[in-house]
Antibody
Framework: QLQLQESGPGLVKPSETLSLICTVSGVSVSSTTYYWGWIRQAPGKGLEWIGSIFYSWTTYYNPSLKSRVAISIDTSKNQFSLKLTSVTAADTAVYYC?????????????WGQGTLVTVSS | SSELTQDPAVSVALGQTVRITCQGD??????ASWYQQKPGQAPLLVIY????RPSGIPDRFSGSSSGNTAYLTITGAQAEDEADSYYCNSRDSSGHHLLFGGGTKLTVL
């Protein structure tokens, strides 16, 4: 049973870097049949894909965030992480990590519970 | 265009059938996946690929597509199908980046 759990600061100051970790259990993050992603949801708004990472550490990022985002994998801890630089209030959102074992990285079959990150001084 | 468009809200009488739509050019090339999100919860995958349901999703949920439009159909809607939003997602026309629709709020009357 795949489980994902987000962790990280709930409050980040403007212009600083948002850093979140997703701890995965039940599946190896280096699996060649699983894909990993980050999605966010601003308060009262819809879902926004941030980026995805999978085997061979291929990464794809939302073009609107690409200059500020980095996703990486730590196989020793079975985790993958998100870094978003130069944050503003517009980056305030619930951040979800998600996984896909359905053979396509756009199919997010498993989600973490989400973590609210507020950008404020 | 690189976007997926959904109607903001739909309603359905209990036990009736409702179809939620998702439009986008990339849907001519890629399947849509559908997610149900209830208040305070993470999204739940209900349909993916060519009308596939994850384990545990009732068979009243089905998916289809035609041209640039994908459909999520709930046949015999139940009270528990009411959700803050049903979201579609897919790849964009480049095939690398992902898109989510704006979501459709479903009310079961």
């Amino acid at each position: 049973q795949l489980q994902l759990q987000e962790s990280g600061p709930g409050l980040v100051k403007p212009s600083e870097t948002l850093s979140l970790i997703c701890t995965v259990s039940g599946v190896s993050v280096s699996s060649t049949t699983y894909y990993w992603g980050w999605i966010r949801q601003a308060p009262g708004k819809g879902l926004e894909w941030i980026g995805s990472i999978f085997y061979s550490w291929t990464t794809y990022y939302n073009p609107s965030l690409k200059s500020r985002v980095a996703i990486s994998i730590d196989t020793s801890k079975n985790q993958f992480s998100l870094k978003l630089t130069s944050v503003t209030a517009a980056d305030t959102a619930v951040y979800y990590c998600a996984g896909s074992g359905y053979g396509a990285y756009e199919v997010f079959g498993d989600w973490g519970q989400g973590t609210l990150v507020t950008v404020s001084s | 265009s690189s976007e997926l468009t959904q109607d903001p809200a739909v309603s359905v009488a209990l036990g009736q059938t409702v179809r939620i739509t998702c439009q986008g050019d990339s849907l001519r090339s890629y399947y849509a996946s559908w997610y149900q999100q209830k208040p305070g919860q993470a999204p739940l995958l209900v349909i993916y690929g060519k009308n596939k349901r994850p384990s545990g999703i009732p068979d009243r949920f089905s998916g289809s597509s035609s041209g640039n439009t994908a459909y999520l159909t709930i046949t015999g809607a139940q009270a528990e199908d009411e959700a803050d939003s049903y979201y579609c997602n897919s790849r964009d026309s480049s095939g690398h980046h992902l898109l989510f629709g704006g979501g459709t709020k479903l009310t079961v009357l």
